[in-house]
């Protein structure tokens, strides 16, 4: 049973706030919203076939990308540096006290604060096969893509002027990906980015309230065991899709998005170079469930924004109270056309949802674990 529901609340018929520890903030969940008429924006249903090899792809093996470089003939993941990449190591300094004599302040104002943002980009193609996702790929395709990723971390980790290493994924025209062949990026910067930082910090303070009875405590750790526990206590109140002995994909008790996701490692695994191979292969049992659910909700390839948060590096001063996980934000709501927009209400005061994150999960749960096109 949930919280205050032998009260007469009802989680799933009343209005209600729910608390994200990790990024200290509020989400509205509104389920009796659920039901009310849709005559907004529909989206393109996403094109189901394609070749698997397109020569006018900029990341087929073997084409020409868009600045004229080519493609290696690659037969598994391929990485290459971003063409249009957001940050790049080599640029002048930019700092507040430069801009403060543009705008005309004092040196120490808080206003008119800037800093240097150094880095470098790559895109890593999961696959040579333009016609195939994620959920689409082998298990041991899915390891590889994970290996890379375990590699370009570990390399960037060694560079001083590396502080952050962020690994995503926009699946779909939905999320803004520009080319539909299946493949992510890693963003490595000189700082700490904002949504990193937040939870870096919950994570932190979690640990340092319960230093003197548990020093190792970790939030995420007792999260995955209270969900264990929730789990087992019944269905209904269950958030849990999937997990194996590694890992455990959920829908989180504050998710913001309708079917947000969240995998989690069950024990304490600071970032992908502390994985072992038999919790590489958990990893990508669980991926491969997760995304063919994603799938089969709506028999249709299924946009999301996925990406990892883990220690910043592996060698960054808070890595030990670092817990790897990866978010999962995908925008349906109610079919293959229709999706959740964060306007109004959500932009000017904070999230809101209408799908609880109980009834999100019981939908992803009763989903096949077979692709719907097999």
């Known amino acids: 049973m949930l919280p205050c529901e032998e009260e007469g609340f009802s989680f799933s018929d009343h209005s209600h706030r729910r608390f994200n520890p990790l990024a200290g903030s509020w989400v509205l969940c509104s389920p009796h919203r659920a039901k009310r008429p849709w005559l907004g924006q529909v989206e393109d249903a996403p094109r189901e076939q394609r070749p698997a090899h397109d020569p006018t792809c900029f990341l087929c093996p073997g084409n020409r990308r868009a600045t004229g470089a080519t493609n290696d003939h690659y037969t598994s993941t391929y990485v290459f540096p971003n ?22 302040e004092n040196a120490s104002s808080a206003l008119f604060r800037v800093e240097s943002a150094r880095g470098q980009c790559s895109v890593v193609c999961f696959s040579p096969r333009h016609d195939l996702t994620l959920p689409e790929l082998g298990l041991g395709e899915i390891c590889r893509v994970i290996r890379t990723w375990q590699g370009i971390y570990a390399e960037l980790s060694a560079k001083p002027s590396i502080a952050y290493i962020q690994i995503f994924e926009n699946k ?48 995420l750790c007792a999260y995955v065991s209270a969900e264990e526990d929730n789990a087992a206590a019944g269905e209904q109140s269950s958030r849990l899709v999937l997990q194996n002995k590694s890992f455990m994909a959920l829908v989180p008790f504050w998710a913001t998005w309708p079917f947000e996701t969240m995998i989690v490692a069950k024990s304490h695994v600071a970032s992908i170079a502390d994985l072992c191979e038999s919790q590489i292969a958990d990893l990508a049992e669980v991926v491969q469930g997760l995304t063919c659910r994603y799938d089969n909700l709506f028999q249709c390839s299924f946009p999301y924004s996925m990406g990892l948060h883990q220690a910043p590096t592996t060698t960054h001063p808070d890595a030990a109270c670092c817990h790897l996980h990866m978010h999962f934000y995908p925008p349906l709501l109610r079919s293959a056309t229709v999706r959740k927009f964060l306007v109004g209400f959500e932009m000017m005061a904070e999230p809101q949802r209408d799908l609880t994150a109980e009834q999100a999960a019981s939908r992803l749960r009763a989903q096949s674990s077979t692709h719907y096109k097999l």
Not at 86 to 100: G, R
């Open 83 to 104: 063409d249009y990449a957001a940050v790049h190591a080599e640029q002048p300094d930019c700092s507040t006290d430069s801009l403060a004599v543009v705008a005309g």
């Open 172 to 219: 779909g025209a939905a999320m803004g990906c520009s080319n539909p062949h299946p493949h992510g990026q890693v963003w490595a910067l000189s700082v700490v980015p904002s949504e990193p930082a937040k939870e870096i910090e919950s994570l932190k303070a979690y640990r340092q309230a319960r230093i003197s009875t548990n020093p190792s405590a970790c939030m």
